[in-house]
């Protein structure tokens, strides 16, 4: 198993792992709108996507936005998404990916990676902890819904 970053070669299987994992938070399958919005984040250069590959599959990814902190005059990544397809996972692949991404964010200089998860996800919650994440008690979160 590797863990490698995605290239537009990887597009049409990347597409497919990406559509499951929308499907997995209770999106309805659209393969063609899945494919356009990676091709987006690839020709835009708008992301960074590290994918786990075993016997030519792709099992896995960690998809990666560049935010900016104007207090530190630096640059940080948000880990806006992490998937493991149900048959490959507790396996240690959830955890390579992240890993990958900490290395990566660190030789860019990184301030640091961010992410939010759901307030029920205690698998997730338990892995990012054990990694280093620290919950953030200071700030509050807000959104304004667009659409």
Known sequence: MIVRRATLDDLQQL??????YRQFYGASSNLKESFNFLRQRFENKESVIFIH????????????YLGFSSLACSI???LDD????????RQGSAKQLIDTAILFARQEN????????QKNNFQSHQLYETMGFVKDDEFQIYHCFLK
Request: charged share 20%.
């Open 53 to 64: 590959v075993k016997d030519d599959v792709l099992t896995g990814f960690v998809l990666l």
């Open 15 to 20: 597409a497919v792992l990406f559509d499951e």
């Open 82 to 89: 992490v998937y493991v397809t149900p048959i490959y996972r």
């Open 76 to 78: 940080y990544y948000i």
């Open 110 to 117: 990184a301030l640091r990676i961010s992410l939010e998860t």
